[in-house]
T-cell receptor, first 113, second 109 residues
Framework: DGGITQSPKYLFRKEGQNVTLSCEQN?????MYWYRQDPGQGLRLIYY???????QKGDIAEGYSVSREKKESFPLTVTSAQKNPTAFYLC????????????FGAGSRLTVL | GQNIDQPTEMTATEGAIVQINCTYQ??????LFWYQQHAGEAPTFLSY??LDGLEEKGRFSSFLSRSKGYSYLLLKELQMKDSASYLC??????????WGAGTKLIIKP
């Protein structure tokens, strides 16, 4: 079955460490996204990519980095520069950007100790 | 600024009907979406409205009034599995999604 796989499901990090969250999709979708979800807030866009080797900053890109070397993969690195990284991170994909429906992965919960 | 408002939490009884409202103020409008999200899981697509009126899909219906900046999601014959958060999102003039904070729906027997 086609879908989006995020790993790890849970991750603990010490302050000052970088961590990378994996996102892989086999839906043949062109566009991929990373969102952050915090209690009491709407999803906030971190980065998105419409095609391989291209990506754009979203609303809260500071302290994060991404790459898009393959169509199927869009990893997110949470760097030590991110001041409040504890959150639930959701990866999503869709057909070209103007398309309507996002398919989400199951999410990765990052906790900074 | 852009803003999506929806109630934080609602409670309803199994078998009943519940309406979850969403009001929005955005720079342009290119469609409104409803997603369902069970705790700790991925949001899943429920409905999409771009024209005024009611869209019905089984037990779920979604209504849009563009002139009022208003939508609602109507859930009929509530089941315990409908306990979840319901997220309203609007696609603005740049085709970027603006998300509401979600409405947590609690279903009681």
């Amino acid at each position: 079955d086609g879908g989006i796989t995020q790993s790890p499901k849970y991750l603990f990090r010490k302050e000052g460490q970088n961590v990378t969250l994996s996102c892989e999709q086999n839906l043949n979708h062109d566009a991929m996204y990373w969102y952050r979800q915090d209690p009491g807030q709407g999803l906030r866009l971190i980065y998105y990519s419409q095609i391989v080797n291209d990506f754009q900053k979203g609303d809260i890109a500071e302290g994060y980095s991404v790459s898009r070397e393959k169509k199927e993969s869009f990893p997110l690195t949470v760097t030590s520069a991110q001041k409040n990284p504890t959150a639930f991170y959701l990866c999503a994909s869709s057909l070209p950007l103007e398309a309507n429906v996002l398919t989400f992965g199951a999410g990765s919960r990052l906790t900074v100790l | 600024g852009q803003n999506i408002d929806q109630p934080t939490e609602m409670t309803a009884t199994e078998g009943a009907i519940v309406q979850i409202n969403c009001t929005y103020q955005t720079s342009g409008f290119n469609g409104l979406f409803w997603y369902q999200q069970h705790a700790g899981e991925a949001p899943t697509f429920l409905s999409y409205n771009v024209l005024d009126g009611l869209e019905e899909k089984g037990r779920f219906s979604s209504f849009l009034s563009r002139s009022k900046g208003y939508s609602y999601l109507l859930l009929k014959e509530l089941q315990m599995k409908d306990s979840a958060s319901y997220l309203c999102a609007v696609k603005d003039s740049n085709y970027q999604l603006i998300w509401g904070a979600g409405t947590k729906l609690i279903i009681k027997p």
